[in-house]
């Protein structure tokens, strides 16, 4: 078994040894890629300060991009024994090329590489992630203008209120995607900030050159004061998860509505059958599996930010090994986060919905906001008006018309698609992710 990198004259117990790494190994291999890159970077920086010889350079560099490649290819393992992902990079090397393969670490800890890779790991997860929610956000605009002209019920107080549209309701997820990009590109910036170089959170005596490595890996810029840099994790991941909280909460009241609106009490829309499962006693019925099951991930999700704060809230600065447990449900986040939204953009794009509602008459009464604003119109006091339809509803005298004219922005009439997808296309065009596969490319010489 090989020795830790720390390790000096005294063994670790096997127990705390199994206690204190827990599944550090399994959610290291998401790492995998972003360590080697962050090391490609470090190395690169270190023959700049003489640290290392061109020719060193050139082998590590060499070795590395092959070990890049068995971690792309999802065939890196973390063998049994080694505690993560850096001391495994760091054997390997060493096996394939003796002494030189121990010098890598130079300027830097564990800590800062950590830091290092979730930051990359993050900025590549989030541009997963913006590919996602585009597809989404496209499939509901198309959806809101395809059936704009389609009234339903809206409500208030789960009670019928007013008039409202496919449109509307279809648009209305769209500009909270919108909203939740613009949330998810200021956590972006948070992370797109180069922590390398602060070592253990307090920098060192080597005169690294950090600019350099922030350009090489593609950062807007440097978490300048090294002692900030460490407190950054935790941080980060409570900035980043809260941003993917915000689209779960999106995406769960989409759910929500959906199963809702495809029961038969209210029989607004009708989802795929593909998308429904069956009762083992009751044959007729189609229940709304999916989407439930939607929900429930999506709450899962709202819940990660206040699990990152629990862990770190009553941390002093600078590090400790609470920090490592944050790992475990934040980095599959961003899977869960892409599956869900995925499959919904599935599911809405196949929903059929149902232009007859409004032939019950259970939904007349809706129509008497319009008939109040007609009378206003006309003249008659808004107050005035109010009470006279008011007393013939108590009388049934209402006789409702049917139709509507909303004209202002962001009505029935007039839904703001455009507006709403030159908000949320301004927003993405900002994130600036070939800025760093162009330094990604550069460093791997493809």
């Not at 599956?339 to 008459?361: C, H, R, T």
């Not at 009470?387 to 009439?413: D, W, Y």
Request: proline share 3%; charged share 25%; aromatic share 10%.
């Amino acid at each position: 078994m090989a020795s830790k990198l720390w390790e000096k004259s005294v063994t670790v117990d096997h127990n705390v040894e199994t206690y204190t790494v827990g599944r550090d190994r399994e959610m290291d291999i998401y790492l995998a890629p972003y360590d080697i890159l962050g090391s490609i970077a470090h190395i690169t920086m270190l023959q700049s300060i003489n640290l290392l010889t061109e020719e060193e350079l050139e082998t590590l560099l060499a070795e590395l991009r092959e070990i890049y490649k068995i971690a792309e290819s999802g065939d890196f393992v973390i063998e049994e024994g080694i505690e993560d992902v850096h001391s495994q990079v760091e054997l390997m090397l060493t096996r394939r090329l003796g002494d030189v393969g121990k010098k890598i670490h130079s300027g830097r800890s564990r800590n800062d590489q950590v830091l290092v890779d979730l930051k990359l790991f993050i900025r590549s997860r989030i541009e997963d992630l913006t590919k996602a929610i585009t597809t989404l956000f496209d499939t509901l605009i198309i959806q809101s203008n395809k059936y704009k002209d389609v009234l339903l019920p809206g409500y208030t107080h789960l009670q019928v209120a007013m008039p409202s549209s496919f449109g509307l309701w279809f648009g209305a997820y769209a500009e909270s995607l919108a909203d939740d990009l613009t949330v998810l590109r200021a956590a972006y910036e948070i992370t797109n900030r180069n922590p390398l170089g602060s070592a253990a959170g307090y920098g060192n005596s080597f005169p690294l050159n950090r600019t350099m490595t922030t350009t090489l890996l593609g950062f807007d810029s440097m978490d300048y004061n090294v002692v900030y840099a460490q407190m950054g994790r935790g941080k980060t991941e409570r900035i980043v998860s809260q941003a993917i909280a915000n689209i779960a909460a999106t995406i769960s009241k989409l759910a929500f509505d959906a199963c809702m609106f495809n029961s038969q009490n209210f029989g607004f829309i009708k989802l795929p059958d593909e998308y429904t499962t069956g009762s083992s006693i009751m044959p007729h019925k189609k229940n709304p599996d999916v989407f439930e099951l939607t929900r429930s991930k999506c709450n899962k999700l709202q819940a990660l930010p206040y699990e990152i704060t629990l862990i770190t809230n009553n941390l002093p600065s600078g590090y400790f090994r609470d920090l490592q447990l944050i790992k475990e449900n934040f980095l599959p986040a961003f899977d869960e986060i892409i599956s869900i939204l995925n499959m919904v953009n599935s599911m809405v794009s196949q929903i059929k919905v149902n232009n007859k509602i409004l032939e019950d008459k259970k939904y007349e009464l809706m129509f008497s906001v319009e008939e109040v604003n007609r009378l206003a119109l006309e003249g008659v006091p808004f107050r005035d008006a109010y009470k006279q339809v008011g007393l013939a509803i108590e009388r049934g005298e209402f006789t409702p018309s049917n139709s509507v004219n909303h004209t202002h922005e962001g009505s029935i009439g007039n839904l703001c698609n455009d507006k709403i997808k030159e908000l949320f296309y301004s927003t993405l065009e900002q994130f600036n992710f070939k800025t760093y596969h162009k330094a990604f490319d550069k460093l791997l010489k493809r």
